[in-house]
């Protein structure tokens, strides 16, 4: 083997693992800070420091085009079911949120419908969704875990009005 191809097979080798430590570097600031905010048109902005539009907007806001309009409930579901999430310990205790129509997303990510800003909390950590006039809670992988009345959430569980749902150091329970 000629000394050129073992220089650049080395220099090679060397440019891989670079592309690896950045790649690694690029993860764990995005894990441990979040991800860029965007700017947010004027009309879209929160009522309350640290609240994400989405938990504002209003409940008339398309679906995502990727989900199956089979299992969207419709306009008048859930007239039996919580209306309100009540943030009943924690940083932000005492504040109370009108629920969306069909999901709200919980994180430390600015695009999160309700934004817990904790260091146990993850970026993407659990969501909230209305499933057969009901609101079920769902664990996105967090590392520290969504619990439902002390007990932790492994897959997705219904939440009884008044239960307490932890997430991090924030404690909250749906409303009628």
């Known amino acids: 083997m000629g000394e050129l191809t073992l220089l650049l097979l080395r220099l090679g080798f060397l440019v891989l693992l670079w592309v690896f430590v950045f790649a690694i ?3 764990l600031r995005s894990d441990l800070f979040g991800q860029r905010a ?18 504002s907007a209003p409940a008339s806001a ?26 009943t310990s924690g940083p932000r205790e005492g504040m109370e949120f009108d629920l969306p129509a069909e999901q709200l997303t919980i994180g430390r990510s600015s695009e999160s419908g309700l934004v817990i800003r ?28 969504t ?30």
């Open 25 to 27: 570097v690029y993860a």
């Open 38 to 55: 965007r700017r947010i048109a004027a009309e879209r902005t929160a009522s309350f420091p640290g609240e994400a539009p989405a938990a």
């Open 62 to 87: 398309p679906a995502p085009a990727t989900a199956p309009t089979a299992h969207r409930a419709p306009p008048h579901a859930g007239a039996g079911t919580a209306k309100r999430l009540v943030i």
């Open 118 to 145: 904790d260091d146990y909390t993850s970026t993407h950590h659990a969501r909230l969704m209305l499933w057969n006039d009901q609101w079920v809670v769902q664990d996105l992988d967090s590392t520290n875990g």
């Open 147 to 176: 619990f439902l009345d002390g007990e932790r959430v492994t897959v997705p569980t219904p939440v009884p009005l008044g239960t307490p749902v932890t997430i991090g150091k924030t404690s909250f329970e749906l409303r009628r």
